[in-house]
C-alpha cells in the first residue's frame, strides 16, 4: 500500500512532464488509445513514450490493457482528484482577492454614480 | 517570461516534495515565516531546507523578505491556481461516478418503495 503523501508525490511528479500531460490531454479528450496513437504527436522515439507511460501507470493515472497485439491506454483519473483536493485548500486566496476587486469595483461604480447626480 | 507549460511544470515539481508541500501547509494556516520557523518540523539541515525554499522561490510559490537579519518567507499561491484549472478538466470524472452512483441509490429506493407497497 502506497500512503497518501507517496501517492501525492508521485502524481505531481507524473503531471511535471509537457509529455505526460499532453498525453493524459489526449486521453481525456477520447479514453482508450493505442501507443502509436498516443506517441504520434511527439517528436520522441518509442523508448521515450514507453518510459513516459511507465511514469504514468506508476503514479495509477493510466491502465494498460493487452488485447492480441494491440495495447490499449486508458485514463484511470482518480489520483489527479487528491491532488486537486489538496490545491482546493488555497482556493481561498485568489477567491479573496476576486472578492477584494469585486469590492473595490462597486465602490468606484458607487462614487461614478455620486459624481453622476 | 516563462510560458505557461512551463510554470505549470515548476509547479507540479514544486509540490512533488513532501518538505516542501508541508512548508507551503504551513505557510497557508499563517503566512510570514522566518526559515527557521519554517525548518524547525523537519530532521533536516539549513542547507536542504534553503534548497527547498529555492525549488518553491522559482515556482513562484513563495517570496522571501529580509528586514535587517530577518528572512520572511511568505506564500504566493498564484502558481497553484493555473495547476488547480488544468486539474479540473478532469474534474468530469469523478463528479460523472457521483452521478451515477446518485442514480443507482436512487433506482435502489424507488424499486424498494415499490417492494414495500
Keep these: 500500500m502506497v500512503n497518501y503523501q507517496e501517492r501525492l508525490g508521485r502524481t505531481f511528479f507524473a503531471l511535471v512532464d509537457p509529455t505526460r500531460r499532453a498525453m493524459l490531454a489526449r486521453l481525456e479528450r477520447s479514453d482508450g488509445a493505442s501507443i502509436s496513437e498516443l506517441a504520434r504527436p ?3 522515439g518509442l523508448p521515450a513514450v514507453l518510459k513516459h507511460l511507465d511514469v504514468l501507470t ?3 493515472l493510466i491502465i494498460r490493457a493487452k488485447s492480441g497485439r494491440t495495447v490499449t491506454v486508458r485514463l484511470r ?3 489527479m ?3 486537486m483536493d489538496w ?3 488555497y482556493e481561498r486566496f485568489w477567491s479573496n482577492s476576486l472578492d477584494r476587486l469585486t469590492a473595490y469595483a462597486e465602490s468606484m461604480e458607487a ?3 455620486k459624481k453622476g447626480r
Design 58 to 60: 506508476e503514479a495509477g
Design 87 to 89: 490545491l482546493r485548500r
Design 42 to 44: 511527439f517528436a520522441i
Design 81 to 83: 482528484r487528491e491532488a
Design 111 to 113: 462614487e461614478a454614480r
Design 77 to 79: 483519473p482518480q489520483p
